[in-house]
């Protein structure tokens, strides 16, 4: 079978991370989510994290040559050579532009550019309301998926906490991030033939469905 290489697009709260995931596990490919290897950098206060820390927790984007050197640096790790599913990179054209380079160093192409699309204020509740275990990593919404004791983990009883960036204040800055830096990049892959939109509103297991459609779809019209 052909190489799985996957950008999922969309701005933050689209649901991009949950449905890599599950396509993650299904293709036995790796997720690669530049924002949970800086949060983890952050975690762990490495130079990189210190750094990016100022950057993210005003919803800002972290420099390019930053979040390029990591995603290099990824890809060229054994378990990416039969497919990486990016998630959250490329963020702007700059990105996108070392990404195609770096692809054709390492001679991969890309297979398809999923971008998920939900309405503003959906977003905004789906942010606002976020929240993880830091212990074991579950994800949990505090209307539309909660704990079943509130404020506690399902999976390991740890107290759940709110990703410091989806505070309503730094939400809206985020959001208007990526309409300003990430949207360009539609029409970028749209002019290349690579984009693929899908609904990001609607239930889990029927999002997954479409999305299977639309990259296996393509795979076949560009064979
Ligand atoms: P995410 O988890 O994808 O929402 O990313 C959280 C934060 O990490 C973002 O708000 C940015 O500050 C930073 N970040 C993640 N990916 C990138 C990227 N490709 N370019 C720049 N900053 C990024």
Do not use: W
Not at 96 to 115: P, Q, R, Y
């Amino acid at each position: 079978m052909s190489h799985l290489n996957l950008v999922f697009l969309g701005p933050p709260g689209a649901g991009k991370g949950t449905q890599a995931k599950l396509l993650s596990r299904r293709h036995a490919i790796p997720q690669v989510s530049t924002g949970d290897i800086l949060r983890s950098a952050v975690k762990n206060e490495s130079p990189m994290g210190l750094k990016a820390r100022e950057y993210m927790k005003t919803g800002a984007l972290v420099p390019d040559d930053v979040v390029i050197g990591i995603v290099r640096e990824r890809l060229e790790c054994p378990d990416a050579q039969t497919g990486f599913i990016l998630d959250g990179f490329p963020r702007t054209v700059p990105q996108a532009e070392a990404l195609t380079l770096m692809l054709d160093e390492l001679g991969k192409t890309l297979t398809a550019v999923v971008s998920f699309e939900v309405d503003r204020d959906e977003l905004v509740q789906r942010l606002v309301g976020r929240r993880t275990c830091p212990a074991c990593g579950a994800g949990y919404h505090v209307t539309y998926d909660p704990p079943r004791v509130d404020g506690i983990c399902n999976a390991c009883g740890s107290t759940l906490v709110q990703r410091e960036d989806d505070r309503e204040e730094t939400v809206v800055n985020r959001l208007e991030v990526y309409d300003a830096q990430t949207a360009p990049l539609k029409a970028y892959y749209s002019s290349k033939g690579l984009l693929r939109e899908v609904p990001g509103s609607g239930p889990i297991d029927q999002i997954e469905r479409i999305i299977h459609d639309r990259i296996f779809g393509s795979c076949r019209d560009t064979a």
